[in-house]
Structure formats: structure tokens, C-alpha cells
Nanobody, 120 residues
Framework: QLQLVESGGGLVQPGDSLRLACAAS????????MAWYRQAPKKEREFVAS??????QYKDSVRGRFAVSGDNAKTTVYLQMNNLKPEDTAMYRC???????????????WGPGTQVTVSS
């Protein structure tokens, strides 16, 4: 059964960088599409970036600052976040779903999240 765990969040200053990781167990990202979402207090959850069938897309406000990548084993997807801004403060979560082929109900999964706080 697929399980997702995010890591890498923290408290940083504006302009700093963080690299978030979304680690999958039970499946690999060869079989999954994924997306990063974030939710700030009292705000709706919003899309940040996605990796769908090898194609990466970004929310306009993070394009050029954030980058999605994966490890060779296809068990971890990273979100490199550069030039962080206070408005990037949120709980970041990864979400997966089946990329096709043999699918399982557990492929539709969310990690618990990792908190990113950008403040001077």
C-alpha cells in the first residue's frame, strides 16, 4: 500500500532556499503522477506544481523559483524552492494518483505535509 511522507520544511528568511521531499513507499513514481499543494492558514489549498507523465507544470507565482525533480530510484520527488517569499508560507503536501496501467485505490494518496515558514 502506497504511503507518502514529506520532509524538508522549516523556518527560513526571505530569499532563502529549501528542498522538500516527497518519499513514497509501497509504489514508485514510475507508476504515479504527482503534485505539490500548499495551504496557508485560513486560505484554500492551492496547486503549486505537478509532474504528470514526465511533464512538469508550475503555479505562475512559483515558476522560475521552484523546481520539481526526482531521484533515479523513482521513490522520491523533490521540490526545490529558491528565493522564498513570505507568501510561500504554508503547509506543503504531496498528492499522487495512478499514471495508468495497473492501478490501486491507494494510489490516490496524500502525505501529512511539511510546514514551510518564511519570515524575517
Amino acid at each position: 500500500q502506497l504511503q507518502l511522507v514529506e520532509s524538508g520544511g522549516g523556518l527560513v528568511q526571505p530569499g532563502d532556499s529549501l528542498r522538500l521531499a516527497c518519499a513514497a513507499s509501497g509504489r514508485t513514481f514510475r507508476d504515479l503522477n504527482m503534485a505539490w499543494y500548499r495551504q496557508a492558514p485560513k486560505k484554500e489549498r492551492e496547486f503549486v506544481a505537478s509532474l504528470i507523465n514526465g511533464v512538469v507544470q508550475y503555479k505562475d507565482s512559483v515558476r522560475g523559483r521552484f523546481a520539481v525533480s526526482g531521484d533515479n530510484a523513482k521513490t522520491t520527488v523533490y521540490l526545490q524552492m529558491n528565493n522564498l517569499k513570505p507568501e510561500d508560507t504554508a503547509m506543503y503536501r504531496c498528492h499522487t494518483w495512478c499514471a495508468g496501467g495497473e492501478c490501486f485505490s491507494s494510489d490516490n494518496a496524500w502525505g501529512p505535509g511539511t510546514q514551510v515558514t518564511v519570515s524575517s
